[in-house]
């Protein structure tokens, strides 16, 4: 077989496993390890020699520090009942708004993407906290999950994202022009979520009623009680760009910050210690098999170039540049009805990158470049944690909201993938929404 028929059959066998419910990160280092022995005659010395080496140089890495610590600002902030602070700010100004209290749980989740960086944990997390207000409230059951399964997206779309990491270690990128990118874009996706349930509660009132309106004094104690959460995103992300600190320090000072905070204001026990640390631990442990498993995957493929050869077909193809954008974008939404944004970051990119950046889009620089399709990349990810009929934060709000069925979550959640979808296109064509903000800062 050729290399480039035995690259396809890697593809083919992974998703095979994937579809037999094979743990994906058991399922790379099967397909690696069986393209690592197809390519060198099935001698297992080969694959012994470099599984013996793959685990050091992947672990020894120093930026994936940042990931753990990360996790485990999240951890603190969902077991410390900080998101129940960013909730009460967001319902103090909108509640008394038509679907003003799905519209703070839209900004809630982005507050606490700001400090998580998991969209798992944002939409389970938030969900717990605001679902019950919103069903007290007489809001519609397809309004609440819905909202809360595409909000809890902002996780990963507000900076500290673990994909973006991720993406960064891959190719080499900055982590701090990488979140300064994502910022705008992430405000873009809050916003336009927003204007869907604006929407949604003009054409059907009963779907979203009003709530009563918080006096000035109420609005001040929930603005001071959440000063210190924004404190934390602030002290992350410039901290990371303004350069006074690397990305793992600024990661270990979040933590730090997340865990007093939890303490001192959200009542957080020696239980709730113990919690963050096993659940950064499962977490840790998830993402770093993954990434064993990919690394192997795309060692075996590397051997048969596939990815190369891929690249310098659509180079001389002479298939215009967004017509080759475009088809990479559909793919990674189909690939998100099967695969979760970690895996599929870790098993395209090194496939996809070297063929955008072989392209040229609106004659901008590889770096710009670079950092522009990182940024597309995570936006279409995340659109498969919400795509029916396996989006993980579909599962996740209706496992959490009992008495609503799955397929009126489904439902809910279609209008805010509309939304989406034009946020994308705005994405690709103006590229200065993601560029521009990092150009200025620097």
């Known amino acids: 077989m050729s290399g480039m028929a035995i690259g396809l059959s890697i593809f083919a066998g992974l998703l095979v496993l994937l579809a037999l419910r094979i743990h994906v990160g058991v399922g790379m280092l099967i397909g690696g ?133 991720i993406y960064a270690v891959l190719t080499q990128e900055s982590i701090g022009k990488l979140f300064m990118a994502a910022v705008v874009p992430g405000l873009i996706a809050m916003t336009g979520y927003m204007l869907v349930i604006k929407l949604i509660v003009t054409l059907d009132p009963k779907a979203g009623p009003a709530s009563e309106k918080h006096s000035w004094a109420e609005r001040l104690t929930a603005t001071l009680a959440v000063l210190p959460v924004m404190g934390v995103f602030a002290v992350v992300i410039v901290g990371i760009y303004g350069g006074w600190a690397n990305p793992t320090e ?7 910050a997340c865990g007093l905070l939890a303490i001192i204001t959200g009542g957080m026990r020696w239980d709730g210690i113990k919690k963050s640390l096993i659940g950064t631990a499962h977490a840790t442990a998830m993402i770093f098999l993954v990434l064993l498993g990919a690394d192997l995957l795309n060692s075996g493929l590397a051997l048969t170039q596939l990815p190369t050869e891929l690249a310098e077909w659509v180079k001389n193809s002479g298939l215009p540049p967004l017509m080759v954008l475009f088809a990479i974008l559909v793919v990674y939404v189909l690939l998100g009805c099967v695969m979760d944004s970690l895996a599929m970051i870790l098993l395209t990119i090194p496939i ?58 489904a439902k809910g959640v279609m209008p805010f993938l509309a939304s989406d979808f034009i946020r994308i296109g705005f994405l690709v064509f103006f590229p200065s929404i993601t560029l521009g903000l990092v150009h200025w800062m620097g």
């Open 250 to 256: 600024a990661a270990s000072i979040g933590a730090a």
């Open 352 to 409: 996809f990158y070297p063929m955008v950046m072989g392209l040229d889009f609106f004659g901008m620089s590889v770096p710009d470049k670079s950092v522009w399709f990182g940024i597309l990349a995570l936006m279409v990810v995340e659109i498969g944690l919400v795509h029916p009929p396996v989006g993980m934060n579909l599962f996740i709000i209706s496992k959490l909201a009992k008495d609503v069925p799955y397929m009126e979550t």
């Open 33 to 165: 390890a069986a393209g690592f022995m197809a390519m060198n005659d099935w001698d297992p010395s080969a694959l012994l020699f470099t599984m013996n080496h793959l685990a050091y140089a992947r672990l020894s890495n120093y930026d994936l520090a940042v990931i753990p610590l990360f996790m485990l600002m999240g951890q603190f902030a969902t077991h410390g009942g900080l998101s129940k602070a960013l909730f009460r700010f967001a319902a103090a100004f909108m509640g008394h708004w038509k679907g003003g209290l799905a519209m703070a749980s839209t900004g809630a989740c982005a507050g606490f993407g700001a400090i998580c960086g998991s969209s798992l944990a944002t939409a389970a997390t938030m969900a717990q906290v605001a679902l019950p207000e919103l069903k007290s409230h007489g809001y519609s059951g397809r309004l609440s999950t819905g909202t809360l399964a595409a909000a809890g997206t902002l996780g990963i779309m507000i900076p500290p994202s673990v994909p973006l990491v």
